[in-house]
Each structure stands twice: as structure tokens, then as C-alpha cells.
């Protein structure tokens, strides 16, 4: 490690706050725990959280312990998650491939004790002579797991300020819910993680919430909307890629129209704030800076059109270390990134860095 990187990271949390957004992405989000497993090896702690979805409930499992239990009570999130099964499987060959299928399989079909199970009707209100429903599945055990990790008494004394999102189903506006100014539950949480059709809304002060993946999946504006009195760094983990090989079968074609869908907000957000800082710097060149450090999941070759409902033991361990590894890259930019004089500066891995990250899997992470 040089002087210059370990000077880069020990100012985060420190001379300059820290703020984490984290995005959405259902069981792609034990990439969220491996990244912030690497912050907090550095003790580097963020001062402010901004999640939506699973991201969302990673900010509270964090936001809502202390620091010597956050991590243990993240890895107890993501083996109650986890399917069961034997063997530890690498990447990149047909027998990956139909493993991971068949673990989404499984989850759809049997759901997950500890985050979602059927509904009746459900899925067979689809049928001309069964009552209507509006989800497949309920997330009724996603609020008893977070009962049961979560202290929300903790949570809302505001050591870590903690923002959710979520999207009003009705007139698609964008709600936030901030532990400055709200009282959160585990109904908050639920709310922001209910996508639609697959979990139902949840209404909230006569409003009907869902999850924001389909309109704002990495709530990147949020902290960048707050007046600006000091410099701040702020780290947003990605769990959908706008970069990744071209597709070669159905599968990943449906795979990359997900991460499309998921991942284009992010590209017009950061495009609209390179516009507001260029006039920043124009007009009030001395004023606070901003240090923006991007990360986002670079799926491995294995990984199929259904990856969010995969919950493979091999998957979710593959995506945490990844989420490490990035982490600990991507914390190492900030040191050796020249110096800038404008007032925003964005860091980010290369696609090509994510990709050989994401290749190399749990068991060569751990070697």
C-alpha cells in the first residue's frame, strides 16, 4: 500500500463526511455487504446512508447496530437467505450455469423462509375465475428477519443518518423517508424492497409505496441535493451494470435488458450532475467539493437473466468477495487519483477491472 492511497482513505469519515448510497438488487446485494465488509476493516464509517430496496435493508441492518455487530448480523442476513446445498461451485462452465438456474428455480418456487413466501391468490389470480391480487409473493418474513437483526431504536437515534426510498404507486413520485426528520420501521424498509408485481405495495401515511428499481434503482441525487457547506465523499455501489460482454444467447439478452432497465438512471444522473458542477465551477470555483467514487456489480459469466432470485451458496459468496475486492480497489483510487481543481471528481473502476474481478469468484478471493 503507498503513503498516498492510505492518506486517501483515512480521510473518509474524517476531514470530509462520508455518505453510502446503496442500490437495488435483491440477492445481487450480498455485493453491498462484501463492499461495506472492506470499509469497515478500515474502520472508515459512513455518516450518512442512502438506500432503496436491498439496499435499503443493508443501510438499516448497518445503521441499526453497532459497529462490532454490523457484520456479523449481515453475514447472519445472507445465510438465512442463502439456499442450502453442498459444494462450492466455480465460474464460468455449463455446470455453473444450470446450478445457478436451478437455485432460482428453487427460491421462485418454494420462496425464502427468511425474506418471501406465496400468497394466495397470488399468481393464480391470473385465472378468470380466482379473486384478484396485486403481488406474487408475500414479504411478510422480510419484516420478522429485520425485527429480529435490526435494533430500529438504535436506528432512529441518528448515529448513522439513514434515507430509504421509494416510488408512490399511484402518482410515481419519488418519497423518501429520513431518520432526521421520520421515525422508521421495518414497514419503511418493506416498502422500499416491495417491487412490483412480484411483493405488494405497502401503504404509508395513506400513500401506497413500492420499490424505486424501476425509476431511480441507486438513489444517487439524494445526497448531491443537500446544500453543500464542507467537501464530502461520497461512495454509491451499483448492483446492475451499464458495461458487460456482448450476449450470445437468449439469456443474457435477457439478462442485459435488466441491467438496462436498472442501471440507465444512474447514466442520466451522473450526466446531469457533470452539467450542474460545470456551472459550479464557472460560477463559485472555490466553493465545496464533491468526490464521487462509483462502483457497480459486474455480473461473472455464469450469471443468468434470473440472477436477482438466485441465492446460490456460491453466487452469494462470489458477490461478496467481488464487493470486497471493488471496494479495496476503488479505495485505493482516491489516493493515487491525480488531484483535481474542479469541484467534482469522479472515480470509478474500468469495465475491464470489474470483469476480472467478477471472474475470479469467492474461492480465489479467499486462496
Known amino acids: 500500500m503507498n503513503p498516498s492511497s492510505q492518506s486517501g482513505r483515512e480521510k473518509l469519515g474524517a476531514e470530509q463526511p462520508l455518505v453510502l448510497v446503496l442500490g437495488g438488487g435483491n440477492a445481487l446485494g450480498s455485493y453491498l ?72 428455480l428453487t427460491a421462485l418456487l418454494f420462496g425464502r423462509p427468511g425474506l418471501f413466501g406465496h400468497r394466495y391468490p397470488g399468481m393464480l389470480s391470473m385465472l378468470p375465475w380466482m379473486p384478484d391480487d396485486v403481488a406474487l409473493y408475500d414479504h411478510a418474513p422480510l419484516r ?73 434503482n441507486l438513489p444517487l441525487d439524494v445526497p448531491f441535493a443537500e446544500p453543500m457547506e464542507r467537501d464530502f465523499t461520497c461512495i454509491a455501489v451499483e448492483l446492475f451494470n451499464l458495461h458487460a460482454s456482448r450476449p450470445a444467447s437468449l439469456d443474457s439478452t435477457a439478462e442485459r435488458a435488466n441491467d438496462l432497465i436498472f442501471a440507465s438512471a444512474t447514466r442520466r444522473t451522473l450526466k446531469a450532475l457533470e452539467r450542474e458542477y460545470a456551472l459550479r465551477d ?60 474542479r469541484r467534482l471528481r469522479y472515480l470509478a473502476l474500468g469495465p475491464q477491472q470489474e470483469a476480472v474481478s467478477a471472474q475470479l469468484g469467492a474461492m480465489a478471493a479467499s486462496a
Open 144 to 216: 420478522r428477519t429485520l425485527e429480529r437483526l435490526v435494533d430500529f431504536d438504535r436506528l432512529n437515534r441518528g448515529d448513522i443518518r439513514l434515507t430509504i426510498g421509494c416510488v408512490d404507486l399511484e402518482t410515481g413520485d419519488e418519497v423518501l423517508f429520513d431518520t432526521t426528520r421520520d421515525t422508521l420501521t421495518p414497514e419503511h424498509v418493506l416498502a422500499s424492497a416491495a417491487i412490483t408485481p412480484v411483493f405488494p405495495p405497502v401503504e404509508i401515511g395513506g400513500r401506497l409505496l413500492c420499490d424505486p428499481g424501476y425509476t431511480n
Open 282 to 341: 464557472r460560477w463559485e470555483p472555490d466553493g465545496p467539493r464533491a468526490t464521487l467514487l462509483h462502483m457497480a456489480y459486474y455480473a461473472g459469466s455464469d450469471e443468468r437473466a434470473g440472477k436477482a432470485f438466485d441465492y446460490s451458496p456460491s453466487s452469494i459468496r462470489d458477490r461478496w468477495a467481488a464487493g470486497t475486492r471493488d471496494m479495496e480497489k476503488s479505495l485505493s483510487l482516491l489516493g493515487d487519483a491525480p488531484k483535481e481543481h
Open 33 to 104: 455487504a462484501g463492499a461495506y465488509a472492506a470499509l469497515l476493516v478500515r474502520a472508515i464509517e459512513p455518516q450518512w446512508i442512502v438506500g432503496v430496496s436491498i439496499g435499503a435493508v443493508t443501510g438499516a441492518i448497518i445503521a441499526g447496530n453497532a459497529p462490532e455487530d454490523r457484520l456479523d448480523r449481515l453475514k447472519a442476513f445472507w445465510d438465512e437467505a442463502m439456499i442450502r446445498s453442498p459444494g462450492q461451485m466455480g465460474r464460468g462452465t455449463r455446470i455453473r450455469h444450470a446450478y445457478n438456474e436451478l437455485h432460482t
